[in-house]
């Protein structure tokens, strides 16, 4: 089993998510195309997922064949990360392909353009081993301070900004980490066996991304390659 860093981001750098339903609509989508089946009736079923904020409805009882294991994933307003790992060989491309071309057909139709959404292809990066997973990890969940806190991975964080901080990331909707503190926020995209590959729960997930972000530049600096930007 092989364990990837992918990431993609708005061509020219240009915002992919302008609003709630837009981050929404992207949340359904990781859920619906890690399918190798096509989606059927796609914007009836994410009307259904709009009610529950969760996961299609219906969802637990279909029988699906998934693409990837999805561990950590977040969006952010001009790129995504996702931190899984493929089921067979080719399904990481074509769960990639899949998410690509269903968020550019709605951003487009919703906004009235047309033409690529995304800077070219996404790109990867192998994840060699448990140690740059556990940063992996806590990386990608972190991605959202950058819009509460400037510049805070090069100046750091006081004890009373990492309360903060927490609180902040308790918030934001858009990414894995609230499913992984405990709060289900979208649980169907997660796959928990993934999750308990690394943590035994969440209060040890909590624990290590709190001293995670408190020695921030001490734990990133030797796996920075690790960090697609």
Sequence with gaps: MEFYHTYNRGVEKRKIFLDNLDYLRGAHDLYEFNNINSVVNLDRRFEGFTKSLKSPEGAEKEMREILVSMGAWCFMPNHYHFFSSPIKDGSLALFHRKIGVGLANFFNTKYERSGALFQGRYKKVLVENDTQALQLICYIHSNPLDLWKHKWKEKGLTDPEIKTAL??????????????????????????????????????????????????????????KMFIE
């Design 167 to 224: 609180k902040f990331l308790e918030n934001y909707r858009w990414s894995g980490h609230m499913d992984w503190w405990g709060i289900k926020n979208f649980p169907s995209i997660i796959d928990y066996e993934f999750m308990h590959r690394f943590f035994e729960d969440p209060k040890e997930y909590k624990d290590f991304f709190i001293n995670w972000l408190k020695y921030y530049e001490k734990n990133t600096h030797d796996i920075k």
